[in-house]
Every structure is written in C-alpha cells, then in structure tokens.
C-alpha cells in the first residue's frame, strides 16, 4: 500500500531564517505531488504541483520555492522566511486518472517567529 | 473556469442530529467529485467519492450524490456524533492537474 511521510511534524523559525520541508511518497511510481498550505482557520492553498522529477508547477507567486529531486521526493524551500508563511503545509500526491482522489501526509505546522 | 463553491461554517449540531454540508460545482466536462475530511491536527483524508452523474458515494453513513443537472454534491448524515467534528472539503478533479478545493466547512458536534 502506498504511504506518504511528511517532516518534520512541527516546527518554528525565526524570521529571515531559511526552509526546507521534506516529503517522501512510498508504494507508488511517478506521482503527481503537491504542496499546499492552510493558514489558520483556513482552506487549502495549492503552492506548488509537480508531474515528474525536476518539474515543477508555481500557482502562487511568493518567496518559497519547490523542487523535486528524486520521483517519490517533494521538497519546499524558502530562503528567508517571513511572519506570513507560518501555517500548516500539506504535502500530497495522486495518480494521473481523472478518477484519482489525492492523498494527503499528516502535515507540518510551520510558526515563524 | 472550475470551482468548488462550499457551505460555510462553521455548523453546531447536536448529537444524533441529522447533517448537510452544501457543495456546488462549476466544471467543464466531466469531473470526479470528492468529499474530504480533517481531523484536528491532521491531514486531510478521503471520505467518499463519485465518479459519474448519479453515482452515490458513501462511507461511515456519509452520503454524497453526483448531481450533474443541479451541479452539486452534497454530504448528508442521518445521524451525527461527536466523533464525526471536523472540517469537510468538497474537491473536484476535471483534469490531470485540475483539482479544486471548496473552503472548507467546520462542523462541531456536542452532546
């Protein structure tokens, strides 16, 4: 069966400090992945969407970057972050039928100080 | 272009009371249509689905029916519990790449 791990679970940073988010799918082979983002209270804001490895997908303009290095490996980066991009970060992958649902990891609750 | 348009909350019911989350859709074509829910804390995980006009999906005495000539696909419960609060997503898939998530509704149950 397929899983997808997220990491870390939480964390806070400073402001101006730099991001890396990591996410692992297993039991899959080449799956469309994505970031999102929730704020508080929120719905789900796509950042980013991937189809292969090295291809990547910005929906919103803004300082975090994506990058997709290996096929089950999705990796959201900032070089500095800001007070904005606190929120929780949900990484996600699916199959490239119209009739697949997506998959959701547990998440990571980002609070940047 | 396609889009999710979903009840606002948040919703209170008491326990045993029954539930209807309203979900619209724009899309063209043909999408699958999805109901998710997120527990406090978690990530989001897939509740029920359709595929096809009229096709019912269900799962944990939720029901959702793919509606195409009123464009919608609401959720429903004949009887809530406390174990049922959390914030549902009505998603739309009309592509590859074309997936659309409503804002989300939070419902909260109390005995």
């Known amino acids: 069966s397929q899983t997808i791990h997220q990491w870390p679970a939480t964390l806070v940073q400073p402001v101006g400090s730099p991001l890396s988010l990591e996410c692992t799918v297993e039991g899959t082979s080449n799956p469309n992945l994505y970031w999102y983002r929730q704020a508080a209270g929120r719905g789900l804001q796509l950042l980013f969407y991937?189809?292969?490895?090295?291809?990547i997908s910005s929906e919103v303009p803004q300082n975090l970057s994506a990058s997709r290095p290996q096929d089950r490996q999705f990796i959201l980066s900032s070089k500095k972050l800001l007070l904005s991009d606190s929120g929780f970060y949900l990484c996600?992958?699916?199959?490239?039928?119209?009739?697949?649902?997506?998959?959701f990891g547990p998440g990571t609750r980002l609070t940047v100080l | 272009g396609d889009s999710v348009t979903q009840m606002e909350g948040p919703v209170t019911l008491s326990e045993e009371a029954f539930l209807t989350i309203n979900c619209t859709y724009t899309a063209t074509g043909y999408p699958s249509l999805f109901w998710y829910v997120q527990y406090p804390g978690e990530g989001l995980q897939l509740l029920l689905k359709?595929?096809?006009?009229?096709d019912k999906g269900s799962n944990k005495g939720f029901e959702a029916t793919y509606r195409k000539e009123t464009t919608s696909f609401h959720l429903e419960k004949g009887s809530v519990q406390v174990s049922d609060s959390a914030v549902y997503f009505c998603a739309l898939r009309a592509g590859a790449n074309n997936l659309f998530f409503g804002t989300g509704t939070r419902l909260t149950v109390i005995p």
């Open positions: 359709a595929t096809k006009a009229d």
């Open positions: 996600a992958w699916t199959g490239t039928s119209v009739y697949n649902e997506q998959f």
């Open positions: 991937s189809v292969g490895i090295g291809q």
